[in-house]
């Protein structure tokens, strides 16, 4: 038996080629019809192609990522309180207050009471409207709209108290303006009640009298806003509760708690 290059020459030899084929089919007949003969040994049938591994894929594991949780309304709420308690913008206010009063109730509150300024008691307990006022507020939410007070957010257009109670001054509103705009962005409601002629002024940035504002929906921001007496202003002028009951109504049928 010939092997290899002996058998590829005799193979070429049986078959008269003297040079190298043309043709490399004339040889591969050649090649099979020795084989056949027994003058060679047959060619090994070439190795089949190993199947097709495709590579391992790696596996690149995902980074690390430290998902920090958002900081909740409330947390958010006491750090801005935590700044106010230390603002002293107005100095004649910071000088005279207890303490600074921010705001209280449900950090997620589709509806804000806003007011004018603390009072000598919330000057005192750092809460607002907790007077006879607040007493009168409270009665508005919990008879009037049978909601808890918890249920809202309420808080003022300043937060210090103006000795003698008077009426902030333009440039402490505007001091102040900073922490109401935080305070709303962090709550987000979707209604806001003025409490009085300051705050309606105040918020929407308006010179018209209370009296024309109330009895309508106005808009800040996207915020459907009614507007209606303070409750301070009820107590001196009880007569004019009807009024603000009216108001507390289209306020409850915005709302949906009212057909
Ligand atoms: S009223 Fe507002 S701006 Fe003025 S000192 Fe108090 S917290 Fe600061």
Not at 88 to 113: D, I, Y
Not at 157 to 167: A, D, E, F, M, T
């Amino acid at each position: 038996m010939y092997q290899g290059v002996s058998d590829y020459l005799a193979i070429m030899q049986l078959s008269g080629l003297s040079e190298l084929p043309r043709a490399e089919r004339v040889v591969k007949k050649k090649i099979t019809a020795a084989a056949a003969a027994g003058i060679i040994a047959a060619e090994p049938e070439p190795a089949a192609e190993p199947a097709f591994v495709s590579d391992p894929v790696s596996v690149i594991p995902p980074p690390s990522v430290s998902v920090t949780p958002p900081v909740s309304a409330d947390k958010r709420l006491q750090l801005l309180a935590a700044e106010v308690a230390q603002c002293r913008k107005c100095s004649e206010l910071a000088a005279a207050r207890c303490q600074t009063v921010f705001g209280t109730g449900n950090p997620a509150a589709e509806l804000v009471f806003i007011g004018e300024a603390p009072g000598a008691d919330e000057d005192k307990q750092g809460e607002p409207f907790v007077g006879r006022a607040g007493q009168l507020l409270t009665d508005i939410i919990v008879k009037g709209m049978n909601l808890r007070r918890e249920d809202v957010y309420i808080c003022n257009i300043l937060r210090c108290r103006p000795p003698g109670n008077r009426n902030p001054l333009p440039e402490e509103a505007a001091a102040c303006r900073p922490f109401l705009d935080a305070t709303l962005d962090i709550i987000k409601p979707k209604f806001i009640c003025c409490l009085g002629a300051v705050a309606a002024q105040n918020l929407l940035q308006s010179e018209q009298t209370i009296g024309r504002m109330r009895g309508n929906v106005l808009n800040y921001q996207d915020i459907k806003v009614v507007c209606t007496y303070h409750p301070a202003y009820l107590l001196r002028n009880p007569a004019a509760k009807k009024d603000t009951w009216n108001d507390i109504q289209l306020l409850m049928r915005e709302m949906r708690l009212l057909d």
